[in-house]
C-alpha cells in the first residue's frame, strides 16, 4: 500500500508541471448604457445601447506547449448585444475573431483565421477611440481605427520584439477562382514600446472591400448586414461600395506619471468611389490625454481635424470633433463613465457624421445639419 502511494505521488509530480503548460481560459465584457443623439437623421435620438466602450462579448483562449519553446495557440470570440441578445458582426458565432497558430519566443508567431488587421494591431492602441471606444472614432470610423469590420482567410505574422521593436506582415485570401488577388487584403505593421514610449504604424489595402467586410460601414456592394448599411447622406455616402480601400495609419503614447498623452495620423483612400471611377481620400489629425486623478478615476479629452477630398465634385469635407470621458472604477473589473462628443462639419456641403452606423439598424444617424452632439452614460464589466 505505502509503495502504491508513493509512485501516486512520483507520478502526480512529474504530470503536474506538464499539464500547466496547457491551458484554456474563458473571458468576456458586458459594457450597456444609455446614449443620446441630438439629431439622428433630423431627430433627437435616445438609445439603451451596448458595447460603445468596448464591443460586449465572450471568448476562449488557449495553449499547448508542444515543447522547445513552441505552442498551438487558439483564439474564438463572440461579439453579442446584452439587451436583446442577438449576435454581432452580422450574426456570426465567432464574428469578433478566430483563429489558430503557433508562437515561439525566438521565432514569433503565426496564426490562420478571422483577424484583427496591420493599423488595428499597430495604430489604434494610439487613438483615443482606442482607448475609450466607438463614438471618439475619426468621423463614422472612415479609416476603420475602431475594428468595424475583421478580416477573413487571412494569414497573419507577428516578429518577436527585439531592442523595443515588433514587425507585423498580414495578408488575406480572396477565394475566388480565376481572379486570386479578388476580395484580397495585404497589410503590415511595426511598433516599438520602451518605458513609457509607444510608437505604432500599421498599412492596409483591400480590394473590393463592400463585398469582403460584411460586418463593416460601407454602402451596398454586396453587404449582406442591413445594420451595418450607412446612410447616403453621411460621409459613408461620399465612398459608397468602393473598388478598393487602403489606410495608412501611425501614431504615439508617452506616459509621465499620472498623465498619458497621444496622437495620431491617419490617410485613407477610396478608389472608384460610387462607381465614379475617381477616388476619395481623408486625413485625420488627432491629439489627445487622459489623467489619472485617483487609482479609480480618470478624465480623458481630445480632439481630431478630419479633411478630404471627393475627386470626382471637387468637395472639400472638413470634420473637427470634440471628445470627453469621465470614467470611474467601482473594482478591478468593473468601472462606470459619462462620455460627451461634438461635431461640426466645417465645410464641403456635408453634414455633421460622429459614427453614423451605431444609430439605427439603416444606419440613419448623420445630422441633418453641420452640427452634432452625442451623450452616454454606462457601466462595463470583465470576467
Known sequence: MKKSLIALAVTSAIAAPAFAQNSVTLYGIIDVGITYNNNAGGHAQW?????????????????????????????????????????????????????????????????????????????????????????????????????????????????????????????????????????????????????????????????????????????????????????????????????????????????????????????????????SGSSVWFNSYELWGQYSLTPAATLGAGYTFTDGKVDSTGQRPKYGQLNAIADYALSKRTDVYVMGIYQHAMSGGVTADIYAPVFGSNGNGASTTSNQVVARIGMRHKF
Open 47 to 275: 438609445l439603451a445601447q451596448d458595447g460603445i466602450v468596448q464591443g460586449s462579448r465572450w471568448g476562449l483562449k488557449g495553449a499547448e506547449d508542444l515543447g522547445g519553446g513552441t505552442k498551438a495557440i487558439f483564439q474564438l470570440e463572440n461579439g453579442f448585444h446584452p439587451f436583446n441578445g442577438k449576435l454581432g458582426q452580422g450574426g456570426l458565432e465567432f464574428g469578433r475573431q478566430a483563429y489558430v497558430g503557433l508562437t515561439n519566443n525566438q521565432f514569433g508567431t503565426l496564426t490562420l483565421g478571422r483577424q484583427y488587421d496591420p493599423v488595428v494591431d499597430n495604430a489604434q492602441p494610439t487613438t483615443f477611440n482606442g482607448q475609450w471606444g466607438a463614438l471618439f472614432s475619426h468621423p463614422a470610423d472612415i479609416d476603420n481605427t475602431d475594428n468595424g469590420f475583421r478580416v477573413n482567410n487571412a494569414v497573419k505574422y507577428v516578429s518577436p520584439r527585439f531592442v523595443g521593436l515588433q514587425g507585423e506582415a498580414f495578408y488575406a485570401f480572396g477565394g475566388q477562382a480565376g481572379q486570386f488577388s479578388n476580395k484580397s487584403t495585404i497589410g503590415a505593421g511595426l511598433n516599438y514600446s520602451a518605458g513609457p514610449l509607444y510608437i505604432g504604424a500599421g498599412y492596409f489595402y483591400a480590394k473590393n472591400p463592400a463585398a469582403q467586410f460584411a460586418d463593416g460601414n460601407f454602402y451596398g456592394g454586396g453587404n449582406q448586414n442591413p445594420a451595418a448599411v450607412s446612410p447616403t447622406s453621411g460621409i459613408w455616402g461620399l465612398v459608397g461600395a468602393p473598388q478598393n480601400m487602403q489606410v495608412i495609419s501611425a501614431g504615439a503614447n508617452y506616459t509621465l506619471g499620472p498623465v498619458l498623452f497621444g496622437g495620431n495620423f491617419t490617410n485613407v483612400k477610396f478608389d472608384n468611389a460610387n462607381n
